[in-house]
């Protein structure tokens, strides 16, 4: 994987804040699995995933002891967890208390409803936005100092359609703006191999053309 490991003594224990600029030790992608759920909005997070594994040549293989799917290239680790997304926590923590990964150095990718299909959030910390995944993810780790990738999914407009809406695959032009958007972190992965997450934010948050 290329970009620099933390100096010796830097990284921190399960669910410790540690330097910002240290590289993403654990990649997570959320989502739900089976086919059913394949071409879900829910499951941005599984398809980009799918993209960056492809992209570093490293296959997901399932893993029982993590509760998911995972491929590792050199010190980074894969993972989507098989626990449906309102249990995505477990998986997380199971594999970043076994590796010792601090929550600094893990990033979650994820659905966004509050963002329109196409834009693209990178973010340490905050709060849930009410979505579950993240809500477990926090809840396990004990923090929420995690990094996140948002992936706008759009909203339905009512609360009431939530998650009808989740659960159905985009319209075609929203697919076309998914597609691109994933794109678009596949080529930012560099600047967040390396730890340099403010460029990634740069180059990520720059509205898409």
């Not at 196409?118 to 995944?133: A, E, F, P, Y």
Request: hydrophobic share 40%; net charge positive; glycine share 12%.
């Amino acid at each position: 994987m290329p970009g620099r490991r933390p100096a010796p003594g830097a990284r921190g224990g399960f669910g410790s804040t540690i330097d910002s600029m240290s590289p993403p030790r654990l990649i997570v992608g959320l989502g739900n699995p089976g086919s059913e759920y394949e071409d879900h909005r829910h499951n941005v997070g599984f398809w980009y995933i799918d993209r960056l594994a492809r992209q570093l040549m490293v296959p997901l293989t399932p893993q029982g002891r993590f509760l998911g799917h995972v491929a590792r290239c050199d010190e980074l680790w894969l993972l989507q967890p098989m626990t449906y997304m309102n249990l995505s926590g477990q998986a997380v923590a199971a594999l970043a208390r076994f590796y010792k990964i601090a929550a600094a150095e893990t990033l979650v990718v994820h659905d966004d409803l509050d963002l329109p299909p196409g834009s693209i959030r990178l973010k340490q910390g905050g709060g849930n936005g009410g979505h579950n995944g993240l809500k477990d993810i926090q809840a396990r780790l004990a923090t929420a100092d995690f990094w996140r990738l948002r992936l706008g999914i759009g909203h339905p407009g009512e609360r009431a359609e939530v998650i009808n809406y989740v659960l159905k695959a985009p319209r075609r032009e929203e697919q076309e703006l998914l597609d691109a958007a994933l794109n678009r972190c596949l080529l930012a992965w560099p600047l967040l191999a390396a730890g340099d997450y403010a460029a990634a934010q740069r180059q990520l948050h720059l509205k898409a053309v």
